[in-house]
């Protein structure tokens, strides 16, 4: 168990629809790594957040957003869906900022999104 | 910019025989790399990173990886296969650009099947 905790575990809804995923990293973690995992991309890298401010952005469509809360807790919204957005998408988390490079991330478990 | 490639999607080996998983990197500056292990239906683990420290990294469940950096590499390997060992597992380095997020980037991976 990495102590991340991602919910839901499963969420299959239609396409056009909004969705959100929600993400608690570790106790004491301020960084929060949103990652998408599929079979044609791979692990690509969506975005991250910092003590509640957004700190680097990776490959994120503008129909997906996040933000991360004062109590530390991510959400991933994904509005407008699209078939091509069924995927797993991991949240990861570390503790410091300055180190961040070379720190370890933790993995939550994911969440498989169908959309059909 | 940043990129790890791992050479061959599957490698299949029987039980107790020598597991070499490949990786090679790209980067303009020291790299920071790590070896992830994804289980069936799991998030991703730590197996063991390299932060410029000693150049073999000895990681758990019995693995470890050398940096090298005349070859631009940093193979996983583990002397003997055991049943357990059947995963997916992901190369990656630390985004070192100028944000400096530690946000990672990932191979395609690698599915390890061993053979009774």
């Known amino acids: 168990d990495s102590g991340v905790t991602q919910t839901p575990k499963h969420l299959i809804t239609a396409t056009g629809q909004r969705v959100t995923l929600r993400c608690s990293p570790r106790?004491?973690?301020?960084?929060v790594y949103w990652y998408q995992q599929s079979l044609d991309q791979g692990l690509q890298f969506l975005i991250q957040?910092?003590?509640?401010?957004?700190?680097a952005k990776g490959n994120i469509l503008e129909r997906f957003s996040a933000q991360q809360f004062p109590d530390l807790h991510s959400e991933l919204n994904l509005s407008s869906l699209e078939l091509g957005d069924s995927a797993l998408y991991f949240c990861?988390?570390?503790?410091?900022?300055?180190?961040?490079?070379?720190?370890?991330?933790?993995f939550g478990p994911g969440t498989r999104l169908l959309v059909l | 910019a940043q990129s790890v490639t791992q050479l061959g999607s599957h490698v299949s080996v029987s039980e107790g025989a020598l597991v070499l998983l490949r990786c090679n990197y790209s980067?303009?500056?020291?790299?920071?790399l790590f070896w992830y292990v994804q289980y069936p239906n799991q998030g991703l683990q730590l197996l063991l990173k390299?932060?410029?420290?000693?150049?073999l990294v000895k990681g758990i469940n019995g693995f470890e990886a050398e940096f090298k950096k005349s070859e631009t590499s940093f193979h996983l390997t583990k002397p003997s296969a055991h049943m357990s060992d059947a995963a997916e597992y992901f190369c990656?380095?630390?985004?070192?650009?100028?944000?400096?997020?530690?946000?990672?980037?990932f191979g395609q991976g690698t599915t390890l099947q061993v053979k009774p």
């Open positions: 990861a988390s570390s503790g410091s900022r300055l180190a961040a490079v070379q720190e370890t991330q933790y």
């Open positions: 106790s004491g973690d301020l960084s």
């Open positions: 957040y910092y003590n509640g401010e957004e700190r």
């Open positions: 980067s303009s500056v020291p790299p920071y």
């Open positions: 390299y932060t410029s420290a000693a150049t």
């Open positions: 990656a380095v630390s985004d070192r650009g100028s944000s400096n997020t530690g946000k990672l980037i």
